[in-house]
T-cell receptor
Framework: KQEVTQIPAALSVPEGENLVLNCSFT??????LQWFRQDPGKGLTSLLL???SQREQTSGRLNASLDKSSGRSTLYIAASQPGDSATYLCAVQGDSNYQLIWGAGTKLIIKP | DAMVIQNPRYQVTQFGKPVTLSCSQTLNHNVMYWYQQKSSQAPKLLFHYYDKDFNNEADTPDNFQSRRPNTSFCFLDIRSPGLGDAAMYLC?????????????FGPGTRLTVL
């Protein structure tokens, strides 16, 4: 059974720092891995989707990497801003169906 | 442009009083999902529709039902809400057959049970 873990559960850094969020999964048989952002009391916004054949995806200041063999993904945020404060969730899509298996998220606080 | 719309955004109901949450989409996606998310937890899939085919998760309580009258709309019915059903309810859509496609989420409905 696929399990997704995100560490740390919470992270607070000063504005301007580069940071890395971690996601690990137990079963490497995945179709893709996605990173989502959730603002307090709001829905989920898809940030990046990495297909199983890819190693990384970039969007603006965000870069997500995927290492299937080790069951790990990282989300790199460059030059962090207070507006980046949110909860970041990763989710993997198994190769047997299209449902998502979720991590519990990392709550990120960027201090001005 | 809103693509997945949920109404209402906030719903307060009384213990045991039936409630219906609504989701509509303008994406013409054939898969629609309902998730329950409690504070500081990951979203939990309740069920999904693949076109008109209903797929219930094994651990979804019987108290939760769903209807999908057409491609655009999907409803979540909670027949007798308990205090433990207070949560954020998220609707999402995707294109079946497009394995690499992401799910598009609505803003959610926060349900309070008094």
């Amino acid at each position: 059974k696929q399990e997704v873990t995100q560490i740390p559960a919470a992270l607070s850094v000063p504005e301007g720092e580069n940071l890395v969020l971690n996601c690990s999964f137990t079963d490497s048989a995945i179709y893709n891995l996605q990173w989502f952002r959730q603002d307090p009391g709001k829905g989920l916004t898809s940030l990046l989707l990495i297909q199983s054949s890819q190693r990384e995806q970039t969007s603006g200041r965000l870069n997500a990497s995927l290492d299937k063999s080790s069951g790990r993904s990282t989300l790199y945020i460059a030059a962090s801003q207070p507006g980046d404060s949110a909860t970041y969730l990763c989710a993997v899509q198994g190769d047997s169906n299209y449902q998502l298996i979720w991590g519990a998220g990392t709550k990120l606080i960027i201090k001005p | 442009d809103a693509m997945v719309i949920q109404n209402p955004r906030y719903q307060v109901t009384q213990f045991g009083k039936p409630v219906t949450l609504s989701c509509s989409q303008t994406l013409n996606h054939n898969v629609m999902y309902w998730y329950q998310q409690k504070s500081s937890q990951a979203p939990k899939l309740l069920f999904h529709y693949y076109d008109k085919d209903f797929n219930n998760e094994a651990d979804t309580p019987d108290n939760f039902q769903s209807r999908r009258p057409n491609t655009s709309f999907c409803f979540l019915d909670i027949r007798s809400p308990g205090l433990g059903d207070a949560a954020m309810y998220l609707c999402a859509t995707s294109r079946a057959g497009q394995i690499t496609d992401t799910q598009y989420f609505g803003p959610g409905t926060r349900l309070t049970v008094l």
